[in-house]
C-alpha cells in the first residue's frame, strides 16, 4: 500500500515552483498510507508525490518509476498479483529496472496504449504521465479497491489517495456535499438497488471510476474515458455446477496464493464465518507464523463468531487474538472524529469502528506486520445475502424480494405512482410499472449483482481500505479476483438457486478444506442481528457524551443549519435513553451526526495525526499457541472456584432465552444449549471450575474465548479452593 497524489496543468503551460508546496503538503497528509519513504518529483507541467509502505521488494520498490527511454513516469499504490507472468510477454529486449511489482505497467503502456491493463491481476490506483504525448493517465482497478480523488478547473487537476489530500490545495472547495450526500439511498438504509454512480461525499471532488482508465491531454485538458472490463452478461448454459464449484474453487485457491504473497509479515481478520475461515485455510500452509485478530465483543458472543473463530484456530494450531470489546467500552468522541475524518465517509458505524480497532491492535501487537488478509466482498457476489433478504425460505422468495427492491427503485423515479404502492397496496402490474418508469427489468438478480458492484465501492472497499491504511497496513481482498465475480455472474439461470442460494458454491468448494462445522455453518453478520444491541449501546453512549459534544460539534458545522432539525435530532437521542436499544434509528442518527462531523473537518481540514484514537484494545487471548497466558489455560486451576461478581445476575424468561445483567442491564444474550451457558448455571461460588465443569458436560476449549471475557470485564472471577 502507498499514498499517490500529483497536480497538473491543464492548460500547456508548466508548473513553477510553488507546486513544490503543494507536493509536500500531499506527501505529508498521506504519510500514514506510506510511513516507509516518500519522494516528490516536479518538471514540467505535473508533479507527482508517492509516499510507500513496503510489502513487496522492500529494497528495490521506490517510486516514481520511468522508463528506460524516459518517456513515461509512474506512481501506483497496490499490488499487481501476476506482474512476472506479464513480464516475461513484454517484447524481447525490455529490461525492468527494479523489482518493483508496478514496473510492467510502464512497459505494457508503451506496448497496448489503452488496453495495457486487460491481462493486469490486482488491486490498483495509478497515475502515469505519458511525456511523449504531454497526457496524463489515471487508472483503478476493476473493484475500485485502491482509492484515487481529484479536483479539476479550467487550469489544473490535482490527484490523492485520500480526499483530505485534496482539502490542503487552496483550489479545492473545502465543503461537505449536503445536498448530493442526502439523494444517496445507501446512505439512508432505504430498500433500493444502487445505481452505477458514486458520491464523494464532499463538493467539487470525484473519484476515478473503477475499471476506467482516464486519458487528459495536458495541453488543454480534454478528457476521455475508457472502460477497460466489465461484468460479463452473457450466461454459460454448457457448464454444469460441478463444473462451475471447481473452477471457483481452483481461481480462489490461486488468488489466495496471490494476495498471500509479500516479502513481510501478514495477518489475517478470521470471524468465524466461512469467508475468512476459507482464506485462512487456503493460506495457512503458505504463511509460517502466521496470526489472526477476531473481535470479541457482546454480538459476536451471541452470534457465535468468537466461539468459531477460536475453535478453528485452535484446530489448525494458528495464532488468533481475540481483541476485546467489552459491554462498558464506549470511544471517546475525538476518537470517533479521528475515525470518520480517516474514513471519509458518514456511513462511519460499528463495522468500520471495529475493524478499525483491529487493525491498531494488530499493528501494535505485531510492530512488522504490513498487510491483512480480509474475506470481505464474498457475500455480494455469491450469494451471501439470499437468507438475510428474505429469512431462511428459499431462492424464489429471494427473487421476491428482489422485485420489491427494483420495484421501489424505480418508482423513486416516478413520484405520482409511489402514492399508489405501499404495503399491501401494490395493484398495479410489472409491465406498467416497467411502462410509465421507463424500463423494464429482465433478469433481477443480474440487476441485484450491479447494485452490489456499486456498494462495495461505495461501502466496502472504502472502508477496508481507509481502516486499514490508519494503521499503515495494506488490506487484501481475494474475493474481488474478478475472475471469481466473472464465474457467479455467468451462472445460468437454471443453476442459481443451486449455487447462489446461501453462498452453496463457496460452501462446495472449500467442502474438503474446512472442517463441516465452518463449512456448513449459516452465514451470520457482523454486528447486526441478535448482537446488534451490543453496538448500538456503545453508539448512543458515544453521541451523549460530554454533553453530546458530537451531536452539538454536528449541529454546528457549515451547512447543518440549513438540512438539520437540531430539535428534533437532541430529542430523538433523548428517546434512546442509555443505549439499551436495537432500532435502527440509531445508526441513521450516527450517519446525521457523522455528515455534520465531516462538514466541521472539512471546512478546517484537522491533520490526522493530532486526532488522538484512544487506548489500543486488549486481548482476552493474545496467546502463542500453545501458551498458558488464557484465562483459563492451565495457569487456571481446576480447584479454583468461579462465582458471578456482585451485581451480576443470570435470568431466564418464558421463552427459554438466557440473559446475563449487570446492575440491571442486560449485557449477553444466550439460547438453550450454549456451553457458556451450561458452565454459568452450575457456577454457585462453591463449586470447583474443575467440577462446574463436569457438570456441564462441557470441555474448557469450548468456552475459553466466552469465560475470558467475562473474567476479563470482572462479572465472573475466580478464587483459590480447598487443596
Avoid at 267 to 273: D, K, N, P, T
Avoid at 318 to 326: A, D, P, T
Wanted: aromatic share 8%; net charge negative.
Amino acid at each position: 500500500m502507498c499514498g499517490i497524489a500529483g497536480t497538473a496543468r491543464l492548460d500547456g503551460q508548466d508548473l513553477g515552483p510553488d507546486a513544490d508546496a503543494l507536493l509536500a503538503m500531499l506527501a505529508d497528509t498521506l504519510h500514514h498510507r506510506g510511513p516507509d519513504e516518500r519522494e516528490c518529483l516536479r518538471r514540467g507541467p505535473v508533479g507527482l508525490a508517492f509516499t510507500r509502505l513496503s510489502l513487496v521488494n522492500p529494497e528495490d520498490g521506490s517510486q516514481p518509476l520511468i522508463s528506460d527511454d524516459q518517456n513515461l513516469v509512474l506512481i501506483a499504490n497496490g499490488e499487481i498479483y501476476n506482474h512476472r507472468e506479464l513480464a516475461r510477454r513484454l517484447p524481447s529486449g525490455t529490461r525492468l529496472k527494479t523489482g518493483s511489482d508496478c514496473e510492467v505497467l510502464l512497459y505494457l503502456y508503451r506496448q497496448h496504449g489503452l488496453d495495457f491493463l486487460a491481462d493486469v491481476r490486482g488491486m490498483f490506483a495509478l497515475v502515469l504521465w505519458d511525456r511523449a504525448n504531454n497526457q496524463l493517465i489515471l487508472a483503478r482497478d476493476r473493484f475500485g479497491i485502491k482509492p484515487l480523488y481529484y479536483h479539476r478547473d479550467d487550469r489544473r487537476i490535482t490527484l490523492s489517495s485520500e480526499i483530505k489530500g485534496l482539502l490542503v490545495d487552496p483550489a479545492t472547495p473545502r465543503a461537505f456535499d449536503w445536498e448530493r450526500s442526502l439523494s444517496v439511498p445507501l446512505l439512508a438504509a432505504a430498500p433500493h438497488l444502487a445505481g452505477a454512480g458514486l458520491t464523494t461525499w464532499f463538493e467539487g471532488i470525484e473519484s476515478v471510476p473503477a475499471a476506467t482508465i482516464m486519458r487528459i491531454d495536458l495541453n488543454d485538458g480534454r478528457t476521455r474515458h475508457h472502460r477497460y472490463w466489465t461484468m460479463p452478461v452473457e450466461a454459460e448454459e454448457g457448464t454444469s455446477a460441478e463444473q462451475f464449484i471447481q473452477r471457483y474453487g481452483d481461481v480462489l485457491e490461486e488468488s489466495v496464493r496471490d494476495c498471500a504473497t509479500a516479502d513481510t509479515e501478514l495477518g489475517l481478520f478470521l470471524s468465524g464465518g466461512i469467508d475468512s475461515s476459507a482464506v485462512l485455510a487456503l493460506a495457512a500452509s503458505q504463511l509460517d507464523g502466521l496470526h489472526t485478530f477476531t473481535a470479541l465483543s457482546g454480538g459476536t458472543q451471541v452470534n457465535g463468531d468468537a466461539e468459531h473463530a477460536k475453535w478453528l484456530a485452535d484446530t489448525m494450531g494458528i495464532h488468533n487474538h481475540q481483541v476485546v470489546f467489552g459491554p462498558d467500552h464506549v470511544p471517546t468522541p475525538e476518537a470517533w472524529r479521528r475515525l470518520v475524518w480517516l474514513t471519509e465517509t458518514p456511513m462511519a458505524g460499528p463495522e468500520i469502528y471495529y475493524k478499525h480497532e483491529l487493525h491498531r491492535y494488530a499493528r501494535a501487537e505485531r510492530p512488522q506486520l504490513r498487510g491483512m488478509l480480509l474475506g470481505a466482498a464474498s457475500d455480494e457476489f455469491n450469494g451471501g445475502y439470499s437468507r438475510d433478504l428474505i429469512g431462511d425460505q428459499d431462492w424464489d422468495s429471494f427473487l421476491a424480494s428482489l422485485r420489491y427492491l427494483d420495484r421501489a427503485t424505480r418508482l423513486d423515479r416516478h413520484a405520482g405512482l409511489r402514492r399508489w404502492w405501499s404495503e399491501g397496496n401494490d395493484f398495479f402490474s410489472d409491465d406498467a410499472i416497467a411502462h410509465l418508469s421507463g424500463r423494464a427489468t429482465p433478469d433481477l438478480y443480474r440487476a441485484y449483482l450491479d447494485s452490489e458492484y456499486t456498494k462495495i465501492q461505495q461501502y466496502n472497499v472504502w472502508h477496508e481500505d481507509r481502516t486499514a491504511a490508519g494503521s499503515g497496513t495494506e488490506a487484501r481482498v481475494p474475493f474481488l479476483d474478478h475472475r471469481l465475480v466473472e464465474i457467479t455472474a455467468v451462472i445460468p439461470e437454471r443453476l442459481r438457486p443451486r449455487l447462489l442460494w446461501d453462498k452453496r458454491i463457496l460452501r462446495d468448494a472449500v467442502a474438503g478444506r474446512l472442517p463441516d462445522r465452518i463449512a456448513q455453518r449459516p452465514k451470520g453478520p457482523f454486528f447486526y442481528g441478535s448482537g446488534t444491541a451490543h453496538a448500538y449501546r456503545m453508539l448512543v453512549r458515544l453521541m451523549r457524551a460530554n454533553n453530546a459534544e458530537l451531536v452539538e460539534r454536528a449541529l454546528a458545522a457549515p451547512g447543518a443549519d440549513r438540512y438539520l432539525d437540531g430539535a428534533a435530532i437532541r430529542h430523538r437521542l433523548h428517546e434512546f435513553g442509555t443505549g439499551e436499544t436495537d432500532a435502527p434509528g440509531v445508526e441513521m442518527l450516527m450517519r446525521v451526526v457523522n455528515m455534520g462531523l465531516l462538514a466541521e473537518m472539512a471546512a478546517a481540514p484537522p491533520r490526522l495525526g493530532e486526532l488522538s484514537a484512544g487506548a489500543i484494545r486488549v486481548s482476552a487471548a493474545a496467546t502463542e499457541v500453545g501458551a498458558e497466558a488464557s484465562a483459563l489455560g492451565s495457569g487456571r486451576g481446576a480447584h479454583e472456584v468461579p462465582a458471578l461478581a456482585d451485581g451480576v445476575q443470570l435470568l431466564t424468561d418464558t421463552r427459554g432465552e438466557w440473559y446475563l445483567l449487570h446492575e440491571g442491564q442486560i449485557e449477553f444474550v444466550f439460547e438453550e444449549g450454549n456451553p457458556t451457558l451450561n458452565v454459568l448455571t452450575h457456577v454457585d461460588g462453591e463449586t470447583s471450575f474443575g467440577a462446574v465443569l463436569d457438570k456441564a458436560g462441557v470441555d474448557a476449549d469450548d468456552v475459553r474465548a466466552d469465560l475470558d471475557l467475562l473474567a476479563l470485564q470482572q462479572r465472573l472471577v475466580f478464587s483459590e479452593g480447598a487443596d
